[in-house]
């Protein structure tokens, strides 16, 4: 009898993971990688800064699940299959040793992704899989079945002209908008929910903002005005506008609607949320009762770094010298509107250097999530960011790769 041929296209986290436990899974099956570049895992070279934040110790799935803005339903079954401490589990059985970091982010204690790349690249290799490069798979089609009822074989057509041929055929190509996937997928009558960009950085250009790049704070709330769209989190200055996880998050559940509106919206930024609007023109009034000679740049009361303070002062018109008890009461419910509500412009988004996913992919309730297997297309398999799932920033997109990944491979080895 033939061993059982499984062909994954892609060779980045959902790939290899995939192909690595469906070969271990299945040692007698023929598990092939084609990853269309020379370097394959790329993603992963790059990810969190060169140091690869591989997961995130939430270990529980229906708070993880919160961290998908599309997904989360689906993946919630999946979570309790294949979750970030199988992950952990599975890295650190293999030689990986990692480190939670205080914010919950997981990264190997080298800090450096290439211990992650080196892992994958030696499991897949130990376990047989064969990883071939700079050969994309061009076209895809389903043959006759040899006996009426049964399933015909896949007949892939790769970009070095050759033709090859799989019983189970996985779609782990990305999320990137022009890749092939897509298309295959539609070929084969998927749906594909379009493609847009998720965690990005605002354009903001205003003089609130101007040359105070680097300057962050540690817990910001951030609102899309007229949206219900809301996250908090460490808000960083940066030299086009605004960053950090308060607007990353902001931009992932936001994905579709800011790019309906092309990324031209107003952001309101409350700087100082552990205040509620009367406790921080409260605390603005007691400044001036208590240290009424001072000047009101000196010394901030609700805890803003200094350079940031006085540029709220200048916008709610008060020269930084002003000494508090000079401050009329207008001022002050004018300096708490900036701080508590501050609107910003933002003109356009960007990428530059922060991790970014897509939002859209392959429709989630034509995937069986118990295999990743295509409702449609008996022995289609999808898994990562071709699907219609991404995740906020913080290791939830590689889990997502990594739980798919698994799922895929064990399926296909049966
Ligand atoms: C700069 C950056 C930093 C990031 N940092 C993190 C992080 O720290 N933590 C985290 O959780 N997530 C991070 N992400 C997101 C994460 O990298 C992705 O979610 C993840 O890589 C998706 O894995 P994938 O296997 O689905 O797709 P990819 O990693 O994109 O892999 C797809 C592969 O398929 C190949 N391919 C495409 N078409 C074909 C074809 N026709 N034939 C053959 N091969 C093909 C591509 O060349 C590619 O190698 C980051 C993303 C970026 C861009």
Redesign the pocket.
């Known amino acids: 009898m033939q061993p059982q041929q499984i062909i994954v296209?892609?060779?980045?986290?959902?790939?290899f993971f995939a192909a690595i436990a469906c070969a271990e899974a299945n040692p007698h099956g023929r598990v092939t990688i084609?990853?269309?570049?020379a370097h394959?895992l790329?993603?992963?070279k790059?990810?969190?800064g060169g140091r690869?934040?591989v997961t995130h110790a939430c270990f529980d799935p229906r708070e993880l699940v919160k961290r998908y803005p599309r997904g989360s339903r689906e993946l919630l079954g999946a979570f309790h299959r294949w979750q970030p401490r199988d992950t952990v589990d599975w890295f650190e059985q293999r030689g990986v040793a990692l480190k939670i970091e205080a914010d919950g982010r997981i990264f190997p204690v080298t800090d450096n992704s290439q211990t992650i790349i080196d892992c994958l690249r030696g499991a897949a290799e130990r376990a047989g899989v064969s990883l071939v490069l700079q050969t994309?798979?061009k076209s895809v089609r389903r043959l006759a079945p040899s006996s009426p009822g049964g399933a015909g074989p896949f007949q892939v057509t790769l970009t070095t002209g050759e033709v090859v041929t799989s019983d189970r055929l996985l779609l782990?190509?990305?999320?990137?908008q022009t890749?092939?996937?897509f298309t295959f997928a539609q070929q084969f009558g998927h749906t594909i929910e379009p493609p847009v960009p998720s965690l990005f950085t605002f354009h903001i250009k205003d003089p609130r903002l101007e040359g105070l790049a680097g300057v962050a704070v540690e817990e910001a709330l951030t609102t899309v005005r007229g949206t219900n769209l809301q996250a908090s989190g460490p808000l960083l200055v940066t030299h086009w506008g605004q960053s950090g996880p308060a607007i990353l998050k902001l931009s992932s559940w936001g994905a579709r609607i800011l790019h309906d509106c092309s990324y031209q919206f107003t952001l309101l930024v409350n700087w100082a949320p552990t205040f509620s609007a009367a406790a921080l023109l409260a605390a603005l009034e007691q400044a001036r009762a208590a240290q009424p000679k001072k000047q009101v740049a000196t010394w901030c009361p609700v805890g803003l770094p200094l350079r940031l303070w006085e540029k709220l002062l200048i916008a709610a018109g008060l020269a930084p010298e002003t000494q508090w008890a000079m401050a009329s009461g207008a001022a002050l419910r004018a300096l708490a509107a900036q701080v508590g509500a501050g609107e910003f412009a933002v003109t356009g988004k960007s990428a530059f250097k922060?991790?970014?996913?897509t939002c859209g992919g392959v429709r989630l309730s034509e995937v069986d999530f118990k295999t990743m297997e295509s409702r449609l297309v008996p022995g289609l398999h999808f898994?990562?960011?071709?699907l219609d799932v991404d995740g906020i920033t913080g290791?939830?997109?590689?889990?997502a790769?990594w739980t798919g990944g698994w799922l895929a491979g064990q399926a296909m080895a049966r």
Request: hydrophobic share 40%; net charge negative.
């Open positions: 296209a892609g060779g980045g986290a959902a790939g084609y990853e269309a570049t394959p790329a993603k992963v790059v990810s969190g690869c934040n994309g798979i782990a190509t990305g999320g990137n890749n092939l996937g922060e991790e970014f996913v898994a990562g960011e071709v290791g939830f997109n590689f889990q790769a």
